[in-house]
T-cell receptor, first 112, second 114 residues
């Protein structure tokens, strides 16, 4: 089942912060975040494998709340280069399977 | 190192024609994934291979779609016959066993079926 992302789109000025949420109606075992710039391929940002895990990549970090079946991506002091569509992907519970199910994405636009 | 290579980058064809998309994964990668991306449905996994063997093809829409991986450095996704609703961007991605969750995507093939 496809995870649900919110918001669908957000516009920020440089330096502002944003939060992108990803939630699932099914139990989450892993959450994967990717960013796709217009006309380009998705690029891996980070993966969270355990409930409660938090990770960071420059000024982009994420948390994983297993109980609430959701993950949030935090973008701090946004830069123009952060513009793009952010996808969360959820991994399966079964061992040995590497199938990801992606949300529809959140389009982030950072303006000067 | 070269990333994932896909060809062609753009394809325009007429309904009913056969379409073959090609992918060369990153050398040494054990997994290969085929995705389709549309505005309506987002990014969907079609099929993935491990060591050239198809593992899960549950995402393949119907029998018109087929995928092969004859060796570790080449895979094809074929649509026969093609239909307008197949228009989408098709991505190929690969990953290594030791870091299997990090998928490296190719530039994609933009397919338009008229």
């Amino acid at each position: 089942q496809q995870p649900v992302q919110s918001p669908q789109a957000v516009i920020l000025r440089e330096g502002e912060d944003a939060v992108i949420n990803c939630s699932s109606s099914k139990a989450l075992y892993s959450v994967h975040w990717y960013r796709q710039k217009h006309g380009e391929a998705p690029v891996f940002l980070m993966i969270l494998l355990k409930g409660g895990e938090q990770k960071g990549h420059e000024k982009i970090s994420a948390s994983f709340n297993e109980k609430k079946q959701q993950s949030s991506l935090y973008l701090t002091a946004s830069q123009l280069s952060y513009s793009g569509t952010y996808f969360c992907g959820t991994g399966p519970s079964g061992a040995g399977s590497y199938q990801l199910t992606f949300g529809k994405g959140t389009k982030l636009s950072v303006i000067p | 190192d070269a990333g994932v290579i896909q060809s062609p980058r753009h394809e325009v064809t007429e309904m009913g024609q056969e379409v073959t998309l090609r992918c060369k994964p990153i050398s040494g990668h054990d997994y290969l994934f085929w995705y389709r991306q549309t505005m309506m449905r987002g990014l969907e996994l079609l099929i993935y291979f491990n060591n050239n063997v198809p593992i899960d093809d549950s995402g393949m829409p119907e029998d018109r779609f087929s995928a092969k991986m004859p060796n570790a450095s080449f895979s094809t996704l074929k649509i026969q016959p093609s239909e307008p609703r197949d228009s989408a961007v098709y991505f190929c991605a690969s990953s290594r066993l030791v870091d299997r969750w990090t998928q490296y995507f190719g530039p994609g093939t933009r397919l338009l079926v008229l």
